[in-house]
C-alpha cells in the first residue's frame, strides 16, 4: 500500500504574510476551517498541500527542508514572478531539466523545477 504525502507544515512567525506569498506567486487557494494560528493551501492539481503553522517565540523561521513546484518551463515562471518582485537566483541547467531556487518571506527554501514536469 503506498501512502500519499498530503502535507508539508512550515511553522512560520505570520501566517498570513506567509500564505499571501504562495497564494500570489504560486496560486495554492486556502482550504476551509483556517484560524489565526493555522492555514492549510491547496495547488488544486493534486499535489502536497503546505500549511503554515504559527510558530512559538522561541522557535526559529525556515526550517531545514525545500518546498519544490514544478513548472514546464523554468525561465518563463522565473521572469513572470520576478517581475512581481520575487526574486530567484540563478537558472540551472542539467541534461532535460532546469531549476532555480529563492525563498519565502519566512526564509524557506522554494524552488521551481521542471524536472519530472511535462511540457505541453
Not at 531539466?97 to 514536469?117: E, L, T, Y
Request: positive net charge; glycine residues 10%; proline residues 3%.
Amino acid at each position: 500500500m503506498q501512502i500519499a504525502v498530503s502535507r508539508v507544515i512550515l511553522y512560520v512567525k505570520d501566517v498570513a504574510n506567509i500564505a499571501a506569498f504562495y497564494q500570489r506567486h504560486f496560486s495554492m487557494t486556502p482550504l476551509p476551517d483556517a484560524t489565526d494560528g493555522w492555514i492549510e493551501l491547496s495547488s488544486g492539481e493534486g499535489g502536497c498541500n503546505i500549511a503554515l503553522h504559527k510558530a512559538a517565540s522561541s522557535q526559529k523561521s525556515g526550517a531545514a527542508i525545500k518546498i519544490v513546484f514544478g513548472v514546464a518551463d523554468v525561465d518563463a515562471f522565473k521572469n513572470a514572478r520576478e517581475a512581481e518582485g520575487l526574486a530567484f537566483g540563478p537558472v540551472h541547467r542539467h541534461g532535460d531539466f532546469a531549476f532555480a531556487n529563492s525563498k519565502d518571506p519566512a526564509g524557506n527554501s522554494i524552488q521551481v523545477s521542471s524536472r519530472g514536469v511535462r511540457k505541453l
